[in-house]
């Protein structure tokens, strides 16, 4: 299954939240196995699994209490090698998540952590007598945890639940690769790392800064003999124009690509109830585009996943053009150069799920923001601000049908409307649309090889070209107005309106070729 790094197309599972097979309301391995065919037929040729090992699911599994076993809802070890043989069958690549910077306070390793202050495995998490600094929690509150046992306390970045491991302590590096060989052997193709540039921390900027050994773990992490051509992805939240190549230079022997941010933070953040204008997104993706082509780095492609709110319903219209907006956005993901992912649903065009009851929230990080701004924000403003940018937006259950299944979490408000069902019975349905992109990024060599070139971007639209040899694309995407006066020379390969007239429609997005 060799295949070249721009090639690779990824699917995110969210196996809690994928395909039930036993109709518990929780989403398992026999489900995501008995939807690889569907899988494959979107041509998708990789899939990332979000965790799915053992773990109290304070933060849904990103808090993991045994990194070698199955969570008993989800599935078996068994299950797991039978999965990835079935993907590999079909071609498809598979990564999983490793979630190396923390660990559940549940693991062993910090139950015997916090039992006393030379418990052997006490320097595997980082202990304080009193807070060396103001750091606070990705999830709100001070990032440091007294712990009455030993009278100290402990760090953890994201919820008290999760310990921050100490990365300084090259017992921790060698557990970390004992894990990553673990699921090597039983196949897997590589891994999404969790929040990977904080385990090494910067004492002086932060907790989100990336500390001095940062790179050197990275590598003693993947630049081993026995991981070797596998696919690593980074969660990088300070990689930046200029220090991505420092992460992903083939020669540094770091990692195959990261996830970097930019363009989701145009504005204030999820939680700030506004669409960000599509020009200020496209500029940041357009920096991307130019600054990784320069030094010769493979970025990824992203508008969702299961942290960020659905793509049509912040960036575009999940009303009137959903339709349009949510093809568009798909058309942005599959023309420009780096390795697309896309979201479970996204190729339904998924919404936001509309729900006005806190009780029936879930994730961690929206509990805790609609409780710590009580008294701040207003009821009717926390709800809106959830609604928007909530993370439970991406983690409904698939609706893969018209009815709501048993589940976990709260059922998507626009099941009945918006589901796999309706769009496959449809020639003309976000899903198609989706296939004929992902085949057309498969078959155009300019896409996933070519240049990346800037045209135009202004606040009504936005025009790139791919080139390769003698071969040239354009790719132009209207925003949410009309927009006269682009007239583009070529043949039309594929457009989300039935033509592509002297007034450019709404969200519309043609692609040629000249
Ligand atoms: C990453 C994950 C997110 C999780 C956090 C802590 O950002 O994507 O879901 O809450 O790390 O593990």
Redesign the pocket.
Known sequence: MKRAVEELIFYQIYPKSFCDSNGDGVGDIQGIISKIDYIKSLGVNAVWL?PFFKSPNV??G??ISDYKDVQSKIGTLEEVEKMLARFHEKGIKVIF?L?A??TSTKHEWFLQSRKSKDNPYRDYYIWRKTPPNDWQS??GGSAWEYDKQTDEYYLH???VE?ADLNWDNPKVREEMQAVVDFWLDKGVDGFRC??LDQISKDWKNGVNGSGPHLHEYIRQLFGRKKTEGIFTVG?C?SANTQNMALFCLPERKELTTAFAFSHLCVDNGRFYPHKPPLDKVCRRIADWQISTQETGVIPTLFFE???QPRCVSRFGDDEKYRYQSATALGGMLLTHRGVPFLMQGQEIGATNSRCDDIKRFND??TLNYYQMNEGKISKKDRIEAINFGG?DNARYLMPWTEKPQKSWIAPYSRQAEINVKTDLQSKNSVLAFYQKLIELRKTQPCLTKGHYKLLALTPRYYVYARTLDNEKMVIVFNFEKESEGLKVEGELLLSNYPSVEKILKPYQIAIYKK
């Open positions: 979000t933060d849904n990103y808090d998540d979630v910077n923390h990705a999830f970045s994201y919820a999760q969790d929040v969660e939240w996943n299961h942290d961690v990080e993370r």
